[in-house]
């Protein structure tokens, strides 16, 4: 699993499946609208200016880092409250789909859908293509990384296997920067 997956799975063990929807929006629209910027040209960005996919890196690093102490420091939903208010926040809309936008995997995953699969007699028709089959079948498999989250809170329940959990998450987080660290 990657980062995406990884914190879907966090945030519906700590906020609930109806909380984590809009990190799951965020997610699948974020990815299409970066999949028609990557095949609208960004690779001739990074082509013209490499300096800008080592920026790119080093945000991707930070913000990754970020969301590992996030998760990591998540607070549990309050034992009356049940899932419908947590002390902590999950990821936004708009957070989640800006995230996009740093995650190393989403965008090898962006670079490498519109060069295989992008048909380059259809033009930019083909790329809009390749980026609504991305966001409409990225939905049912990020929805199962929420529910599974969800699905483990009955046995994180305690707030010592929760905190374990939260470590543990934020850890494999941090082991997604092994590839932009050894390049």
């Known amino acids: 699993p990657g980062p995406n997956n990884l914190m879907l799975l966090a945030s519906g063990t700590n906020y609930g499946l109806r909380r984590t929807v809009p990190h799951m929006f965020g997610i699948s629209i974020g990815f299409g609208v970066m999949v028609l910027g990557v095949g609208a040209g960004l690779m001739q960005l990074f082509e013209a200016y490499p300096s800008t996919y080592i920026v790119l890196q080093v945000l991707s690093a930070l913000y990754l880092t970020y ?5 990591a420091n998540a607070k549990p939903l309050s034992a009356d409250a049940g899932t419908a208010t947590a002390e902590g926040k999950p990821l936004t809309f708009l957070q989640a789909a800006a995230f996009q936008w740093v995650n190393p995997k989403a965008l090898g995953m962006a670079i490498t859908a519109i ?8 033009g930019f028709l083909g790329i809009v293509l390749v980026a609504v089959t991305f966001s409409v079948v990225n939905m049912p498999s990020i ?7 969800t699905q ?3 046995f994180l329940s305690n707030p010592r296997r929760l905190r374990l959990f939260n470590i543990g998450a934020a850890l494999t987080l941090l082991a ?4 932009i660290l050894a390049s």
């Open 176 to 179: 997604c920067l092994y590839p």
């Open 115 to 122: 060069t295989t699969f992008a048909p380059k007699e259809q």
């Open 143 to 149: 929805t199962t990384w929420a529910v599974l989250g």
């Open 152 to 154: 483990m809170k009955r």
């Open 67 to 71: 969301l590992a102490w996030k998760i």
